[in-house]
């Protein structure tokens, strides 16, 4: 019992990551399975993932479309608020209308 307790815990996430690999570069060829400086994720990039609600243009010709898009956003919120009021608006009528 006590010799078991001091057994070091196996790597399971070593051993999965070698046989991945081995797989990976069944074919000889191991290219791409470690990422490159390169492809690192720049401060940009995680910006973009950490904040998806902001828009991002990759193409500057499709800026028109930020404006519009965030026109129709803010109508849609609009409209939206204003029906959620309502709703509320209706439910305290009803309610001070049956209390009087």
């Known amino acids: 019992s006590r010799e078991k307790a001091e057994e070091p815990v196996p790597d399971v996430i070593a051993k999965w990551g070698s046989i991945a690999q081995a797989e990976y570069a069944a074919d000889g ?3 791409g399975w470690d990422s490159e400086p390169e492809e690192k994720e720049t401060a940009e990039e ?3 993932r950490e904040h998806p609600d902001v828009a991002v243009v990759d193409n500057l010709e499709d800026m028109w479309k930020v404006g519009r898009y965030q026109a129709e956003k803010k ?5 939206e608020k204003e029906r959620r009021l309502a709703e509320l608006r209706q439910r305290l009528e009803k309610k001070y209308k049956n209390n009087v």
Do not use: I
């Open 29 to 31: 060829d191991s290219d």
């Open 75 to 79: 109508a849609l919120e609009r409209k």
């Open 46 to 48: 995680k910006y973009v």
